[in-house]
């Protein structure tokens, strides 16, 4: 029995002595004052002057020790271990005594379980104390979930009594059926038709049939793991269930350490107790298969109280795999775990991270082996999986940089942590530029060797502009990286000379030829990018159309003029008959003029009547 134990044990004991003490003072105030006492019963060091026949006609119990002593007119019995203490024998005397008081939620348990140590049942005497606080738990408390909670909350300290008599099973059970008819009940006022006239779940509406989540709160983690595995098997929602296990961790685990909140101060009180590990492993299990059930901040902070708690390995691995699950919901502020061990080691647990990382990649390699046909086959945008690649390497990025100032951080878990992501989860490089830049810089010593390696993990030909500019002027790279960097922004310079000279000389052909060239460079482009460099081209062809356009109109104008200075020198019948044949001639051949609503070729016809009208004046 540890420290918490027997304290809570002493604490217990004094509250029954009290209880023995006021009971014995009250019990005058019942008896029979005009007839002497002729039993005395002690109970948890109270004492109870009596008579025997009252208690006798009830109690199967003292009967038999009454009977046992009849030859020594046994006037004093001691009554050990009694459940409830000396309050529950003062209720189970008074009902002996035909003294009415009140069955309710918080004493049926304890005259359940007295009634069962006393014998009172329907052998010794017809509507004896046993039934009616039978027919009390079942026709009442039962049919109430607040009532069932209250009763489970005094069944602790009757245990294992409580169990055996099926009180706990049967509030349990109740509780659990409960929560469920609530829940169903809950969802059928959520229903509503559409203006179609079919009938849909209306999900901004509040759900209220989770209001049972606070009570159950209060129940020892013991119940309220039986009450929760009853609730799965009932078929209440996973979310419901992850919402109690959230604000019952809260309640339990809050109480002594800032662990749920990672942006506070991360210095807490190591001193671990049991109960919390326990409280912390109990709700790990419980927790449901649903990935949506809790959210990604509630893991987190279970794993930090696993790890400072030392809990058993196979809870922290089940917390680090469902957290690798959907690693792409977390922020940085959540992988940032404080270090616990403090033994010289680095400020945070980059192991842990690197584990969930690992967890990670295989879900998400077993989620891409089931997706590579749609993949590939279809045009849509990328799979949640390469979405949350994309995320995921945001902010992998982001947490390198945050601990690449460690002076404690060895290059191996650095580069174990860069490498953990496969190599197209980033289509930009920036930031592992930026947080290996920042690790050269607080690890200055680093040979040219481990410089050089860890420079092989950027791909420099995904750097920005402004990143490729910084890192060419860059003094902590070594000499090769920069070669690198100049090589690539060299050939960036050279693609927009080209893409520059294939505009300015009307080249469309050669304009064509390079944006294939660089659809290579587009297709490994996020979709965003790539939607944004799809637009970009659109834009730019129509600018190519507008030019032409106007050199058509050009075209056409100087042809009025050649027309006018032709009518001037000949015939009006010449003009008509080259007019006529000049107007079936096409600048472009007939496949650009497919489609005869062109603005071109209606400028054209436009053109044509003008003239006509023209010569005519001249004539």
Known sequence: MDKQQQQHHHHHHQQQLSMAKSSRQRCSEWIFRDVPSDIIIEVNGGTFALHKFPLVSRSGRIRKLVAEHRDSDISRV???????????????????????????????????????????????????????????????????????????????????????????????????????AEQIASSFSRLEYSSSGRLHMNRQAKCEGDWWIEDLSVIRI??????????????????????????????????????????????????????????????????????????????????RSAVMLDCTIACRLDLERRIGSKLDMATLDDILIPSFRHSGDTLFDVDTVQRILVNFTQQDDSDDDMDDASVFESDSPPSPSQTALYKVAKLVDNYLAEIAPDANLKLAKFMAIAEALPTHARTIHDGLYRAIDIYLKAHQGLPEADRKKLCKLIDFQKLSQEAGAHAAQNERLPLQSIVQVLYFEQLRL??????????????????????????????????????????????????????????????EKEHVCMRRDMVKSHSRKFMSSFSRKLGKLSFFGHSSSRGSSSPSRQSYRTDCKVIDRTCASTD
Request: net charge negative.
């Open 78 to 180: 001691e009554l050990f271990n009694i459940p409830g203490g000396a309050e529950s024998f003062e209720l189970a005397a008074k009902f002996c005594y035909d003294i009415n008081f009140e069955i309710t939620s918080s004493n049926v348990a304890q005259l359940c379980c007295v009634s069962d140590y006393l014998e009172m049942t329907e052998e010794f005497s017809k509507d004896n104390l046993g039934s009616r606080a039978e027919e009390y738990l079942e026709s009442v408390v039962c049919k109430n979930l607040e009532m069932c909670v209250e009763v489970l909350q005094q069944c602790e300290n009757l245990l294992p009594l409580a169990d055996e008599l099926k009180i706990v099973s049967r509030c349990i059970d109740a509780i659990a059926s409960k929560a469920c």
């Open 222 to 303: 013991d119940l309220f793991q039986r009450v929760m595995t009853a609730m799965k098997c009932r078929g209440v929602r996973p979310e419901s269930i992850g919402t109690s296990l959230v604000n019952y961790a809260q309640k339990e685990l809050t109480k002594k350490s800032s662990l749920w909140n990672p942006s506070g101060q991360t210095k807490v009180d190591l001193v671990s107790t049991a109960h919390e590990q326990l409280v912390v492993e109990t709700i790990v299990s419980l927790l449901p298969v649903e990935k949506l059930a809790v959210p990604i901040s509630f893991l987190f902070g279970l794993l």
């Open 494 to 555: 050279r693609n927009a000379l080209c893409c520059s000279y294939a505009d300015n000389d009307h080249k469309p052909v050669h304009h064509q030829s390079w944006r294939i060239s660089s659809g290579a460079v587009s297709a490994a482009m996020s979709p965003r990018d790539n939607y944004a460099s799809l637009r970009r081209e659109n834009r730019e062809l129509k600018l190519e159309l507008t030019r032409m356009r106007m050199r058509l109109n050009d075209l």
